[in-house]
């Protein structure tokens, strides 16, 4: 197999002249140019001739030809149909590679993984398009897609909320729902000069292990993390008031300071200092409760 060409600056600009390519923000669009990052993503993928991988935005197919080099198969989702033709052209020595031209948002990952790799786990990459991060992430957990891992390109901040713990400004509603689906390990920040154009933030690639089990026990997963949320929704509010002022809960007084109490954390503990465990364990006592 080829190669992989793009990731130098220089065949990528001669590939957005060839086209005439017009960068269109409203699509996040950043695209590679530094080949020691890409090989640093494949790498932390850990992607083998066994796997099938799924990539979002594949811009000009930058990630891709490298990605077709390590893995089985790979199918890749864009957007921009812009960026079609382009994509035959600089994939067109890769035959294990399928463009699909649609929103990712509106694909169904699950019948893909089932197509493809038989529904066995199957691994995502992708320098994420920024403005859509949350709702990929969350979409491919919450919609139960058969996932080893996700591999991507954030926001560094985003980065940074989904591996912290209670204690610091970035925990959050993010950080409990990677962490109770996956592990997150931080592989690399990134710079803007290894984009073109250069975003105006900084970046990292994370690493998301998919749990084989979640690591705590919840008999009811859609109302821890409708508490999750109340709590967050008000961070300097006790979690007791989080809880009574959440238009998606509706829970009586007395059970709500019946499970705070049950927490044993004391009457004006706040949701912000609470772990996943002690969120499930207060799921599961206003489940008791109700
Ligand atoms: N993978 C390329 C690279 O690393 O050079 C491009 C990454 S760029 C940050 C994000 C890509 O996602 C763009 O190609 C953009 O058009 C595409 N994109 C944006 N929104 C999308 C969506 N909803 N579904 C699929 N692709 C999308």
Redesign the pocket.
């Known amino acids: 197999m080829k190669e992989p060409t793009l990731g130098n600056p220089q065949n990528t600009i001669e590939i957005l002249q060839k086209y005439r390519f017009n960068f ?1 923000k409203k ?7 530094d080949t020691h990052v890409l090989d640093k993503i494949i790498r932390a993928a850990d992607i083998t001739k066994d796997d099938f991988v799924l ?10 030809q490298y990605l077709a080099c390590a893995a089985r198969e790979v199918t890749a ?4 149909k812009a ?1 079609i033709p382009i994509l035959e052209d600089t994939l067109s020595d890769y035959d294990n590679v399928t463009v699909i031209n ?4 509106k694909v169904d990952i699950a019948a893909l993984a089932e197509e493809k790799n038989g529904g066995k786990p199957i691994k995502v990459v ?7 991060t949350t709702p990929i992430i969350m979409g491919l957990f919450e919609n139960h897609v058969p996932l080893e891992s996700i591999t991507v ?1 954030v926001q560094k901040e985003v980065a940074d909320r989904m591996q912290v713990g209670p204690g610091t400004k970035d925990y959050g509603a993010l950080s409990l729902a990677v962490q109770y689906y996956a592990e997150p390990y931080i592989v690399a920040n990134v710079p803007p000069n290894c ?1 073109m154009p250069r975003p105006t933030v900084g970046s990292a690639v994370i690493r998301l292990t998919r749990h084989a089990q979640p690591p705590v026990h919840v008999r009811d997963e859609k109302l821890m993390f409708r508490i999750i949320r109340a709590s967050f929704n008000q961070r300097r509010k006790t979690l007791a008031n989080g809880l009574k002022n959440s238009p998606e809960l509706d829970l009586p007084k007395e059970v709500i300071s019946e499970a705070i109490d049950r927490l044993g954390r004391g009457a004006s503990i706040r949701g912000e200092a609470l772990t996943l465990e002690e969120f499930a364990e207060l799921a599961n006592h206003i489940g008791e409760l109700m």
């Open positions: 269109q699509f996040g669009q950043n695209f590679l140019i990539e979002i935005g594949p811009g000009i197919g930058t990630m891709t989702v864009e957007i921009d960026l649609e929103d990712i948002l992708a320098n994420l398009p920024y403005y859509i390109m984009f």
